[in-house]
């Protein structure tokens, strides 16, 4: 599935990911593939991208909005 | 002759001037060109929270962000006036300064009247013209624009909005200069706090995903809102920024053409004086002779 961060200032990252886990404000959750359709906010703490390779990439974040629609990941910090 | 020598000097000075604003020129062409990437960059963000917030618009009414749309009859206003760092760019910063004192007058009389009328300046040139005036500037921002970043304008923005939400102040407004080319700006006012009705579309009902909101709709909106306030906030300032550089490149180019125009004269009265030595020298020699002959 797809994945974008965006801040304010540029496109953080943007690229095909098999798995993300966000600090959401109701508690950590983790997206997989065909996740059902999402809107939720994101609390500081680490976004862990996992590409399909099983990589680990970390995102510092302190507060933001994700949205998953249609295996795509938008996130907004 | 001294009014030769006059003139080479006035000739060197001008075109070492010429030299001095091409460069500027050349400077502010290239900061214009970064700005602007700037101002695009933030687009794709800017559209998505406005997704995100038609998407949610229905449940706005009972959420955290209907106070930042609350009216109030009008007795304290603030104004957010936004200038430039550094002059030299034409009337980038007069326009400002001007379009901040008619808004007063036109739109907040009373307020004005009543003294009740603060201002908070970004950049230099505004401070500077505000503190000879008898407005109290609760806050100045003077070299925010040497390096600009998100987290800097964002700590301005929330506070800002905290004094709204305090009742500080009963209305917000931004003055500042819109980037619409390298070659025009146009000085605008931007209603702040509260937000405009205008801006949220319940009609205008984006296709209906079947979401789930996480931890509510109430919360998430409240939480959109205060963003697209802060990024609105963000934006206004790459906006001034980019129609500075803009207008200083303008300024510069003009300046540049202008010295063209006076050295070309300088230049044409210098060969006139020389000529006129240079026959009068002769003049003298064939006079000479002609006395020393007879």
């Known amino acids: 599935m797809q994945l974008e961060i965006l ?49 680990d990439q970390y995102f510092e974040v302190n507060s933001g909005f994700v949205e998953v629609f249609k295996n795509k990941i938008t996130v907004m910090v | 002759m001294g009014s030769l020598k006059e003139v080479r000097n006035r000739l060197v000075s001008v075109k070492s001037t010429q030299q001095i604003t091409k460069a500027m ?18 687009r794709p963000y800017a559209q998505k929270l406005q997704g995100m917030l038609s998407q949610l618009s229905g449940s706005l009414d009972g959420s955290d962000g209907k106070k930042f749309y609350q009216i109030r009859p009008v007795k304290k206003v603030l104004m957010i006036v936004i200038t430039s760092d ?19 007058k036109e739109k907040y009389p009373a307020a004005l009247a009543a003294g009740n009328i603060d201002i908070i300046t970004v950049g230099k040139k505004g401070r500077d013209f505000f503190a000879k005036t008898k407005f109290t500037m609760v806050e100045e921002h003077a070299t925010l624009f040497t390096h600009l970043t998100f987290e800097a304008a964002d700590e301005i923005a929330q506070r800002i909005m905290q004094s709204f939400l305090d009742g500080k102040y009963d209305a917000i407004d931004l003055i500042y200069n819109k980037f619409k080319n390298a070659a025009v700006f146009i000085p ?19 296709s209906k995903i079947d979401y789930i909101f996480e931890p509510s709709q109430e919360a998430i909106v409240g939480r959109l809102i205060s963003q697209s306030l802060r990024v609105n906030f963000f934006r206004t300032l790459l906006e001034s920024n980019a129609a500075e550089h803009g207008a200083r490149m303008t300024a510069m180019d003009k ?10 004269a300088l230049k044409l009265q210098y060969n006139k004086e020389r000529q006129a030595t240079i026959t009068k020298e002769i003049l003298e020699i064939v006079g000479g002779a002609q006395a020393l002959n007879s």
């Open chain 2, 86 to 104: 550094r002059g030299l760019a034409g009337s980038f910063n007069s326009s400002i300064a001007k379009e901040t004192l008619r808004l007063m």
């Open chain 1, 7 to 55: 801040t304010p200032e540029q496109i953080l990252f943007s690229g095909e990911v098999s798995s993300v886990k966000f600090p959401g404000t109701a508690g950590q959750f983790e997206v997989l593939e065909n996740h059902a359709p999402i809107i939720s906010t994101i609390d500081a703490g680490k976004i862990r991208v996992r590409n399909a390779k099983g990589e």
């Open chain 2, 25 to 42: 020129k050349v400077v502010s062409a290239a900061k214009l060109r970064k700005a602007q990437s700037r101002i695009v960059q933030m």
């Open chain 2, 255 to 264: 300046a540049t053409e202008n010295a063209e125009d006076l050295l070309r």
């Open chain 2, 188 to 206: 605008s006012v931007e209603r702040f706090l509260p937000i405009p009705v205008e801006q949220v579309k319940p009609g205008a009902k984006a």
